[in-house]
């Protein structure tokens, strides 16, 4: 039986899939957003783990299309917290009534096309049932929460969390026994706000992170208010930007400067608040071998100095890849942490996990107790939202098995074979400063819909030389890149996943600008790449 007949079925009520519909409701597009959550806001809705927050500028991550939302909002810090930004995107869907429009509970476990009837039929975990012309995806490139797999998880009788699936009551640490298996970005949030009251906390890393100082603070009255008369130069300047960020990188090459101004940029750089040290570093610190290796070598000094046991500095350090090649944790005292006496670090390359048990875990080289477990343990990147979704297009094909090499895309927006299939922020799209991308992104789709409305067209299908031809470009422009030579969700790797272990080009290594330039011609073009019904 099918439940509900609409234009358009969007997944997804995070930041993506409520201004997908705000815009959709402005072409007069019937829409409905199915949120498998209790509620909007997307990874700032499952994320609630202790410490979570910005590492983009608050200022430049809030949606930038309402004058009237930036002229009423006020930040608090420069890099909010996740409550904070959950209050944010709360705002937003009550400020523009997206509630009515959206179904909360609503897990969508399949969505089939249809191709006599011109529409997707997609099927919700308790059965319900949608019918849409349109399916759009604002699924999120990090949203599928990967567990470890190490035996007897099940087993443990404390209390265990995943990062991306915190319980939304508090967590009392206060005295306790905790494990935090991981140290990636998430890894490092939580590190270093449960070590402020565990009575002991022992951290398992498999391998270490580059991490910088996120270099936090509040943003008083008058502050926010120049900030508010700066929206237009901010907006513009992350438009410009490689990534979307405030931060661009250099112009220089890291050795056309002498070794005393190159120290005293990093110096300035590691001082600097946000991603500057990443994405507003040297111009070849990504691309070049030798430079890669005179900034980790920076970045590895810091370390020595602010972890006091030699030996645990050591095994902080990354070993497996240069500074930035992999995504970079921002921090705010993580390393200090590892000199506190109730704060232990077990390097599990030495002593691997051997299982989860009933009272702890179990590595090579002992037992320990614990009454909590966190697991910090990442997700399923950019195609692993998708994959839990059993999606097929024309002759029954599943995406999954047309991505099992590797995505395939034109734009990041579409796959050839499954019409009327539209993805936000999908593999092969420009991501960084994520809201900045999103806003583009749904403005694109937007303008595709419009285009099709006004010439009664009802079906849209990428053309397989058009999707050969993006697919080609977006490994053309990570060649060269040291972060395509490293095992990361950049690169669609992942230990936990059955099948990905292998390198793809996952994402959009270009600039921003370029990907934008290149959308805009398709459009202005009259989307020739595309093929219409």
């Not at 443990?156 to 939304?168: D, K, N, S, V």
């Amino acid at each position: 039986m099918t439940d509900a007949t609409t234009d358009a079925l969007i997944i997804g009520a995070g930041m993506s899939g409520l201004y997908q519909l705000y815009r959709l409701r402005e072409l007069g597009v019937r829409a409905l957003v199915l949120e498998a959550g209790t509620g909007v806001g997307g990874t700032w809705y499952w994320n609630r783990y202790p410490g979570a927050r910005f590492d983009s500028e608050s200022y430049t991550y809030g949606y930038s299309f309402s004058p009237e939302l930036l002229e009423e909002w006020n930040w608090s810090e420069h890099f909010a917290g996740q409550p904070e930004t959950l209050r944010y995107i709360n705002h937003v869907a009550d400020k523009f009534d997206l509630r009515r429009d959206i179904r909360f509970r609503s897990r969508v476990t399949a969505a089939h096309y249809d191709a006599a009837a011109r529409c997707w039929n997609v099927t919700l975990q308790d059965g319900s049932r949608y019918r849409a012309r349109f399916l759009i995806t604002a699924i999120g490139p990090l949203s599928a929460p990967t567990m470890p797999r190490i035996a007897g998880v099940e087993t443990f009788r404390g209390e265990a969390w995943h990062t991306g699936q915190w319980p939304h009551e508090p967590v009392d640490f206060a005295g306790k026994r905790v494990a935090v298996i991981g140290t990636g970005a998430s890894g490092v949030q939580t590190i270093q706000e449960v070590a402020k009251t565990a009575g002991h906390l022992t951290v398992f890393q498999r391998r270490p992170n580059w991490c910088a100082p996120l270099h936090n603070s509040p943003i008083d009255a008058a502050e926010m208010a120049k900030i508010r008369a700066s929206y237009p130069e901010i907006f513009r300047r992350c438009d410009e930007t490689f990534a979307c960020f405030l931060h661009t990188p250099d112009p220089r090459g890291t050795f056309e400067v002498d070794a005393a101004e190159r120290e005293a940029f990093f110096e300035k750089l590691y001082a600097s608040p946000g991603f500057g040290i990443w994405q507003g570093n040297f111009r070849d610190i990504l691309t070049d071998r030798t430079a890669n290796e005179a900034i980790s070598a920076f970045v590895a000094k810091k370390i020595r100095q602010r972890v006091k046991d030699p030996a645990v500095a050591d095994k902080l350090i990354p070993k497996d890849h240069g500074f930035g090649t992999r995504r970079v944790p921002l921090e705010t005292r993580y390393y200090e942490v590892y000199n506190q006496p109730n704060v232990a670090l077990v390097d599990i390359t030495e002593t691997p996990i051997e299982r989860i048990t009933a009272e702890g875990i179990r590595t090579s080289a002992a037992d320990y107790p614990f009454d909590i477990i966190i697991y910090a343990t990442g997700f399923d990147a950019i195609t692993g939202s998708f994959d839990r979704i059993d999606i097929r297009g024309l002759d029954g094909q599943r995406l999954k098995d047309r991505w099992k090499g590797g995505p395939q895309t034109f734009l990041g927006v579409q796959v050839e074979g499954f019409p009327n299939m539209l993805m936000l922020m999908g593999p092969h799209t420009a991501l960084g400063n994520i809201p900045r991308s999103i806003e583009y992104n749904v403005e694109w789709v937007t303008g595709l819909i419009r285009h099709m409305r006004e010439r009664d067209l009802t079906v849209v299908d990428a053309r397989p030389e058009a999707v050969a031809a993006w697919t080609d470009h977006v490994k053309a422009v990570g060649a060269g890149l040291l972060s395509n030579e490293v095992n990361s969700w950049f690169t669609g790797i992942n230990s936990n996943v059955e099948g990905k272990q292998t390198r793809i080009v996952a994402r959009y290594s270009g600039s921003a600008p370029a990907y934008r330039a290149r959308c805009d011609e398709v459009a202005a073009g009259g989307y020739r790449e595309l093929a219409f019904a």
